[in-house]
């Protein structure tokens, strides 16, 4: 009887720990603030894990830049230090270039357009190699919408942008294309752009429609720019040690769960961004609906500084073409 007794302990100690084992409290950075579509999505993203997992597993959200800006958070994704994130595509291509090609402008004819892109295996393929080449793992695409040009100034042709101190999220294919234009191209973290241009640090930003309504960037400007000149992707991350460390039924469900919550930030902002275009030309400030046509030969130049830095071009254009 006492040996039985013994023998139960030990067996209940062993589904103990073996469950211990397999429970997981992860931890997921990113540098929107709570109210964004991103960080929601994350949260919704730690709540059905967490029900999938029977509470197993969950999921602790660190908006904001908490655990540091998007660099830091690679560093930590690959130390194992950061167990996942919901970061910008741009923060990955200033390691693995071939991302860059996402950022071609007009690329995409309009949102819809950028969100098949996104969703063709063109796209998915690109993200295999970031195991070996940045020690994580990619699970699939989200969005931020397209980009656009919010100026304290007057803008009414390419021309007005020369020489603009002009806020660009910290990325190198966006670098290029200001460059191209003449303008300061100045990168700067979003967390800090409300007061740099408030307070007229920078002339002008680079930026979504999303925030420029939300965060009332619009309000620190004369003109804006409703040129749709780029994509902005994000990417769902987890730390390639962390991954090793799964099972392969975690990996599967976290892999399938994270990617269908990224992928639904793109359901939201094509839902949406029509919406917040129309507030935001509202408001009474110039608004300067353009094309491809108005950023002249720096496209071209665009196009000829990153044929060499992204092979990938070649095949995103063509999903491009075949996704109209
Ligand atoms: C930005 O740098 O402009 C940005 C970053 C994350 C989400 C949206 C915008």
Do not use: C
């Amino acid at each position: 009887m006492k040996h039985m007794l013994g023998s139960l302990v030990a067996a209940a100690m062993a589904a103990t720990f073996s469950m211990a084992a397999h429970a997981e409290e992860f931890r997921l950075g990113l540098i929107t603030p709570p109210p964004h579509i991103w960080t929601k999505a994350a949260g919704a993203f730690g709540a059905e894990l967490a029900e999938k997992s029977g509470g197993a597993h969950s999921v602790s959200v660190f908006p904001s830049r908490q655990l540091g800006n998007e660099a830091e958070m690679l560093q930590q994704l690959q130390t194992g230090a950061l167990d996942m994130a919901f970061m910008t595509v741009a923060e990955v291509s200033n390691r693995v270039p071939n991302l860059g090609a996402f950022y071609a402008p007009y690329l995409a004819n309009d949102i819809a357009h950028a969100g098949r892109i996104l969703r063709s295996d063109a796209a998915k393929s690109l993200l295999e190699p970031l195991p070996g080449q940045v020690g994580v793992v990619g699970v699939g695409y989200g969005m931020a919408g397209l980009r656009q040009i919010v100026s304290r100034g007057q803008v009414n042709s390419a021309e007005d942008l020369k020489g603009l101190k002009l806020r660009i999220t910290p990325f190198t294919p966006i670098l290029d294309f200001y460059n191209a234009l003449g303008a300061a191209p100045t990168p700067m973290p979003l967390p800090a752009v409300y007061d740099a241009l408030a307070n007229g640090q920078v002339d002008a930003i680079d930026m979504d429609a999303e925030l420029i309504w939300a965060l009332k960037y619009y309000e620190h400007a004369d003109t804006i720019v409703r040129s749709n000149h780029m994509m902005f992707p994000m990417v769902g991350l987890v730390s390639g040690r962390v991954w090793a460390s799964l099972s392969a039924e975690d990996r599967a469900m976290i892999g399938e769960l994270m990617a269908r919550h990224v992928d639904s930030t793109i359901d939201s902002y094509l839902e949406k961004e029509a919406g917040w275009l129309e507030q935001i030309s509202g408001t009474g400030k110039t608004y300067v609906e353009v094309d491809a046509s108005f950023f002249g030969d720096a496209i071209e130049q665009w196009n000829a500084i990153w044929a060499t830095k992204a092979e990938s071009l070649d095949v995103l254009r063509e999903t491009a073409a075949n996704t109209q």
